[in-house]
């Protein structure tokens, strides 16, 4: 099978390439390096032990999307290009629909053209609603509308692909729903890069680990959880990326739409992350109370259930694995791929 890695130069789309080729697929990765860099996908290349074929394009192109499929025998899309920062989808929403909604649209105008059936796409848990009662299960009901811009493009790709479903013969449409993905691959040499003051945890942690930043806010230590912070389900990007060949067997059985939750069934706070991550990098990491961030839910974590009956997949690395692997690419690459 001839797989489209779209955003395959970035964080999770990197590390499932790995997966994909030790699978054995065929994988032709594509980036328009917005949010990632050629370094990475020369690094993930080696790490594959191949050359794969690697495009620069944008996907909001549709005419360049349609050369890309004239091009290549493309079986299956595995979308994850996309813009991804909560806060930033806030502040510039319409570039935020634009970019991704025009991505998947192009896409898929692009693959009814060339009769290509199979479609996997980088949801979010996002999607529930703030309501929705925990864990989050594949039957609890999405929200009409979620916490950001950036979640209802996940929202309205998700519609937008349940339509097709209905709509097209053939047409196979698998939503993986990830939690929190944290973790770099083992050898260190890819992880996660963000630009500028990382607005999730982990990255966070890491950059104060290396002495980039000063200090960890933790926001928020009234909550009512066990010790005062938020919950989340963190999952490893090596499981996660193993979660994307594991829902490539549902295709291969036709499955037309199948929602599935890509987490771990457990939830940790923010405290205990900063000490497994103190843990790992040998030091009591600084950290100082803030108050709440806007938006944060108290606590939510995936019900795993569904992924192993349906996939017979299971994440299995735990927090300090976690946390030992950013740890690793983040000591190794102090300025990430930019060295
Ligand atoms: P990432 O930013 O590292 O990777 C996304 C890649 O898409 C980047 O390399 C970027 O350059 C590329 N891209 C963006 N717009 C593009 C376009 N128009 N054309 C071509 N390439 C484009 O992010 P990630 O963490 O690897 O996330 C991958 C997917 O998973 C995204 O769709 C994201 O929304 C989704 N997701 C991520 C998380 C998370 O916490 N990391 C959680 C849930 C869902
Ligand atoms: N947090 C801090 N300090 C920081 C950063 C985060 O205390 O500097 C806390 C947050 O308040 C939250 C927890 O750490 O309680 C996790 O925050 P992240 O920003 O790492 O992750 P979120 O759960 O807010 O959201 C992430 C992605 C979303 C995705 C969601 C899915 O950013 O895109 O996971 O579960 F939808």
Redesign the pocket.
């Known amino acids: 099978m001839n797989i489209l890695v779209t955003g395959g130069a970035g964080y999770i789309g990197s590390h499932t390439c790995i997966e994909l080729v030790k699978a054995g697929y065929n994988i032709i990765v594509a980036d328009n390096f917005v949010n990632s860099c050629m370094e990475a996908v020369n690094r993930t290349r080696k790490l594959c032990g191949i050359n794969f074929p690697f495009v620069e394009i944008d996907f909001t192109d549709y005419e360049a999307t349609d050369q890309l499929f004239d091009k290549y025998n493309i079986d299956t899309v595995m979308h994850f290009a996309g813009l991804?920062?909560?806060g930033e989808s806030c502040k510039i929403p319409v570039e935020y629909y634009k970019n991704n909604l025009d991505s998947a649209l192009s896409l898929l105008l692009a693959m009814k053209k060339h009769n290509v059936k199979n479609f996997i796409f980088s949801s979010?848990?996002?999607v529930y609603g703030a309501d929705a009662p925990i864990p989050y299960n594949e039957s609890t009901p999405v929200s009409r509308c979620a916490s950001?811009p950036?979640?209802n493009t996940?929202l309205m790709i998700e519609y937008i692909l349940k339509d097709a479903v209905k709509a097209i013969p053939g047409f196979n449409a698998v939503l993986l729903?990830?939690?929190?993905?944290?973790g770099a691959h083992e050898s260190g040499e890819i992880g996660e890069d963000p630009t500028g003051i990382?607005?999730?945890?982990?990255?966070?942690?890491a950059k104060v680990a290396v002495g980039k930043l000063d200090m960890?806010?933790?926001?928020?230590n009234d909550y009512d959880t066990p010790d005062g912070?938020?919950?989340?389900?963190y999952i490893h990007v090596v499981d996660l990326a193993k979660g994307h060949v594991a829902a490539i067997n549902k295709i291969k059985e036709d499955c037309g739409l199948f929602v599935c939750n890509l987490?771990t069934g457990k939830g940790t706070s923010?405290l205990e992350?900063v000490k497994a991550f103190s843990k790992s990098c040998g030091k009591e990491l600084p950290y100082e109370f803030?108050a709440?961030?806007t938006?944060?839910?108290?606590a939510?974590w995936a019900d795993p259930s569904y992924a192993k009956e349906q996939l017979g997949w299971v994440a299995k690395k735990g927090i300090q694995e976690m946390c030992d692997d950013v740890w690793h690419w983040q000591s190794k690459n102090p300025n990430g791929y930019s060295n």
């Open positions: 991804k920062a909560v979010s848990a996002t950001s950036y979640g996940k729903r990830y939690f929190n993905p944290v990382p607005n999730n945890l982990m990255p966070y942690v960890i806010h933790i926001f928020g912070t938020c919950l989340r389900d987490g923010v992350m803030a709440r961030r938006g944060d839910l108290p939510f």
